[in-house]
């Protein structure tokens, strides 16, 4: 069997992507017929298999991160001798596809040399941040007995703190993370070696490969045990929506403030009419589209809340087109309900609902998902009281909208149940101060406690 | 008067004009495996795409924001490819610009050729006075206003594909069929950035800063 490895296809690289698998096991390869491809960044590339044979097992699974020198897989070579767990080690010889081992020229030691250094055990996860290898010499730690649960098997710099935590808890009945350390310690290797060689010039001649057979056994032992964790790419929508979050908080100075609002007369007019209004109008009524007509009324009061910033310029939006966040099955859409003052309560309702159906089965046109100037996002409808939103850049400002539900209040020193929720608004305070924050929420409170305006 | 002789490698720039996509894929797949039997120099080839958009091997489909019917209905094309980054979109007013560059002739690391590919971008648009740089972890050309150039590029035994596509007059309107959620930044072009310059001085001025970047010596053959 001749082991496959993830290439290093760059000095800078530590780790890439598998993307595909181009053969299944069992299937034979061609020398140099693309085996895999792999990912770094923006760049795909094609691995080609470095002898003929078949493929015998992927230790690998697509869209796996793993470090550079992972044995993704394995080959049989021609004689087709699966029997290879004890296949000498000479037929290793030349684990690197072609134009890798040309890559690795200026790096000088080739993979075999990784798996051959006497550390047993996942030494070959190869890539070591400079903090952990630096740990690791400041602490005379050899590498070999620290298990990596990184990415690939990588040690991370947790895995040191955890590893030297059980040391100095000396004879401590078997530290957790480490089941490597119940093994009698291998010769010691000097520390961090594998690693730091690899980086140097001149290239040491390799060491000879007698010890290729015993790696491979202990990482079968690895194999066995369940993973402690399972690694699996995120969606491009889950990346954008974490650039997205990122970004926003690193642009805004994020404040929230929470404002308690007597629901009271708008659920009992919701009451009276919700039977009627679903009847009417084929949707049922929420409390939404009342929050909503509150908002647009108090945005028009306090049109800084409905602006944007441009350096040091200040973009008041004429139109006040209002983004709703709508939870997806793995992630979130805004879709946004344009000039939403011009609407009423059964207008805005509609929209809702129109919105909200057609982000979840992803029908929406992409004009309906820009140029949104003020988002609400529904949270209560989750069962949350409050919480503290995130603004959707560039807006200002977003409104949180609480669950609904009676509570026992104070009214003239007695005791009444009132439908009560919290209306959370986080607000840019580069642009916006805490006054106004207040002020805007109070008008949003007022409009909705103080309801006239009728709904059929 | 003794011949100058360059000590640069040739790189041959193709000027193809307007080509659909899925012709200069052919072309570029024919190019790539000639240049890997070493028939001919790198290339450079030089596209304007009809309005198409196009998904990497890892783009998912829930990033692309319009329907393929929708797209169909807007006169966009849309293709699968096998290019590195996920979902992007092509059309009138952009320069595309595919090198068919051996990275063993010049440094076999990928992630150095897409730098190397950034900042020939870098240096071209300052030749026209725009401001670009690089942002972390987002590949690609960017200035304040927003990304001008988008980088994708595919690697088959060191030889390269696919490559870079810079916004000159772009509409761009159009990205907004792969803009998920709202979420991405803007996309900007040297038109919206106010910079007059026609397409032909742009592919002059990136053709100078790729011979710059890489150390080629560029040939042009009509």
């Not at chain 1, 897989?73 to 004689?79: E, H, K, N, Q």
């Not at chain 1, 001149?202 to 010890?211: A, K, N």
């Not at chain 1, 309702?349 to 057609?358: C, K, N, P, V, Y």
């Not at chain 2, 240096?123 to 972390?136: H, K, M, P, S, T």
Request: hydrophobic share 40%.
């Amino acid at each position: 069997m001749i082991d496959v490895i993830m290439p290093q296809m760059g000095e800078s690289i530590v780790e890439g992507t598998l993307t595909k698998w181009l053969k299944k096991p069992g299937e034979s390869v061609e020398r140099d017929e693309p085996l895999f491809e792999i990912s770094t960044d923006k760049v795909d590339t094609e691995i080609p298999s470095p002898v003929a044979g078949t493929l015998g097992e992927i230790l690998v699974q697509e869209g796996t991160t793993v470090g550079i020198n992972t044995v993704v897989g394995r080959i049989s070579d021609g004689a087709g001798a699966p029997a290879a767990a004890a296949a000498p080690a000479p037929a290793a010889a030349p684990p690197t596809p072609a134009p890798v081992a040309a890559a690795a020229a200026p790096t000088p030691p080739q993979p075999a040399s990784v798996v051959a250094e006497p550390a047993p055990t996942e030494e070959t996860a190869g890539p070591l941040s400079p903090l952990v290898r630096k740990m690791a010499r400041e602490n005379n730690i050899d590498l070999s007995q620290v298990r990596g649960t990184g990415a690939g098997a990588r040690i991370t710099k947790q895995d040191l703190e955890a590893y030297l935590e059980a040391r100095t808890a000396a004879p401590a009945p078997a530290p957790p993370a480490s089941p490597v350390q119940a093994a009698p310690p291998p010769p010691p290797p000097p520390p961090a070696s594998a690693t730091v060689v690899q980086q140097q010039a001149p290239p040491p001649p390799p060491p000879p490969r007698t010890q290729a057979v015993a790696p491979v056994q202990e990482q079968a032992h690895f194999r066995g045990e369940a993973p402690a964790a399972r690694v699996e790419p995120m969606s491009v929508m889950r990346q954008k929506i974490a650039e997205h979050m990122v970004f926003s908080k690193r642009t805004s100075v994020h404040v929230t403030t929470v404002h308690k609002v007597d629901m009271t007369r708008i659920a009992k007019m919701r009451d009276r009419v919700k039977g009627e209004f679903q009847a009417r109008h084929g949707f049922s009524l929420t409390f939404l589209p009342f929050v909503m007509r509150a908002t647009t009324a108090a945005l028009q009061a306090f049109p800084l809340l409905n602006s944007s910033i441009d350096g040091t310029n200040i973009i008041y939006h004429r139109d006040i087109n209002l983004g709703m966040a709508v939870a997806l099955e793995n992630g979130l859409i805004v879709p946004v309900i344009r000039n939403a003052d011009e609407k009423n309560v059964v207008g805005l309702q509609r929209s809702i609902a129109d919105l909200a159906s057609r982000a979840r089965s992803r029908q929406l046109r992409p004009d309906e998902v820009q140029a949104g100037t003020f988002s609400i996002t529904n949270f209560g409808s989750f069962g949350s009281v409050f919480a503290t939103p995130v603004i959707n850049q560039p807006q200002v400002a977003i409104l949180g909208v609480g669950t609904v539900e009676k509570v026992p209040v104070v009214l003239d020193d007695a005791i009444a149940i009132r439908s009560v929720c919290y209306l959370a608004l986080t607000f840019d305070h580069r642009l916006i101060d805490g006054a106004l924050g207040d002020q805007f929420t109070q008008k949003v409170k007022t409009i909705l406690e103080n309801w006239s305006e009728e709904v059929l | 008067m003794p011949e100058v002789v360059s000590a640069a490698a040739l790189c041959e720039l193709r000027n193809l004009g307007r080509m659909r996509y899925a012709d200069a894929f052919a072309l570029q797949q024919q190019l790539v495996e000639r240049r890997k039997r070493g028939e001919i120099s790198d290339q450079l080839l030089i596209v304007e795409h009809p309005h198409v958009v196009t998904m990497g091997r890892n783009g998912h489909d829930e990033n692309l924001l319009a329907q393929p019917e929708l797209l169909e209905r807007a006169g966009v094309e849309f293709h699968r490819t096998d290019r590195g980054g996920d979902v992007t979109y092509h059309g009138p007013g952009q320069i595309v610009g595919y090198p068919i560059v051996d990275l063993r002739e010049w440094k076999r690391d990928v992630m150095a050729y897409v730098r190397a590919l950034e900042q020939v971008l870098i240096d071209a648009l300052a030749q026209f006075g725009i401001a670009a740089g690089r942002e972390a972890g987002a590949t690609g050309v960017w200035t304040e206003q927003g990304k001008i150039a988008a980088i994708g590029v595919h690697i088959s035994r060191w030889v390269t594909s696919h490559g870079f596509a810079l916004n000159v007059a772009t509409d761009l309107s159009y990205f907004r069929y792969i803009v998920p959620c709202g979420l991405t930044k803007p996309v900007t072009s040297l038109q919206a950035l106010g910079c007059r310059a026609d397409r032909d001085q742009v592919v002059a001025a990136l053709a100078r800063s790729f011979a710059r970047v890489f150390d080629r010596e560029m040939e042009t053959y009509d």
